[in-house]
């Protein structure tokens, strides 16, 4: 089973979220976060979120990719509606 949830921010940046189970059962997590043309700026992947729900994981992934987003080019990021 795989979630996923992909967003453009205000200034045009991409954060790609994808959560899913492992075959043992383990939550796991993968953190994208992409300039307005594509380019990589941050990844980050969780092999295990030990007592994570996938919900609860991707809202946590979420707010992360927000942040990271924000710590890249260093400036608040809105969020686009």
Do not use: K
């Not at 994808?18 to 980050?44: D, H, K, N, P, W």
């Not at 991707?58 to 969020?79: D, F, H, K, P, Y």
């Amino acid at each position: 089973m795989t979630r996923s949830h992909e967003e453009v921010l205000g200034g045009g940046e991409i954060v790609d979220v994808q959560v899913r189970l492992s075959r043992l059962g383990a939550t796991q997590l993968f953190i994208g976060v992409y300039s307005a043309s594509g380019m990589l700026l941050v990844e980050e992947v969780y092999d295990s979120r030990p007592g994570e729900s996938m919900n609860r994981a991707m809202n946590w992934g979420t707010s992360r990719a927000r942040c990271l987003a924000s710590e890249s080019l260093g400036q608040e990021i809105a969020v686009a509606s």
